[in-house]
Nanobody, 123 residues
Framework: QVQLVQSGGGLVQAGDSLRLSCAAS?????MGWFRQAPGKERDFVAA????????YYADSVKGRFTISRDNAKNTVYLQMNSLNPEDTAVYYC???????????????????WGQGTQVTVSS
């Protein structure tokens, strides 16, 4: 059993930056970020493999968001720059435990989830 504890988030203005953190209680293979706006599905944002540092991004955040990891702390970060109101959502981190879990882009392939954190971007 792995626990994911998220921190960060809040209310910012358009154009501002925020950093989210997600600390895992144990080693994982891959960690990702998803987001869910009211009335919408939970969508993929970014992911990173802990060993190689290979990254994945949704087209909507490429060039604005950066995912990174600190293996010594079992922690991943999501640096979000140039935020806009369309980025408003609850953000969730998630973990895959093995390389056999499947595509990083699909939420159903993740084994554990964080508690979620609200990010609100005002115009």
């Amino acid at each position: 059993q792995v626990q994911l504890v998220q921190s960060g988030g809040g209310l910012v203005q358009a154009g501002d930056s925020l950093r989210l953190s997600c600390a895992a209680s144990g080693r994982t293979f891959l960690m990702g970020w998803f987001r869910q706006a009211p009335g919408k599905e939970r969508d993929f944002v970014a992911a990173i493999t802990l060993s190689s540092g290979y990254t994945y991004y949704a087209d909507s955040v490429k060039g604005r968001f950066t995912i990174s990891r600190d293996n010594a702390k079992n922690t991943v970060y999501l640096q979000m720059n140039s935020l806009n109101p369309e980025d408003t959502a609850v953000y969730y981190c998630a973990a895959q435990m093995t390389s056999y879990s499947g595509s990083a882009y699909y939420r159903g392939n993740y084994d554990y989830w964080g508690q979620g954190t609200q990010v609100t971007v005002s115009s």
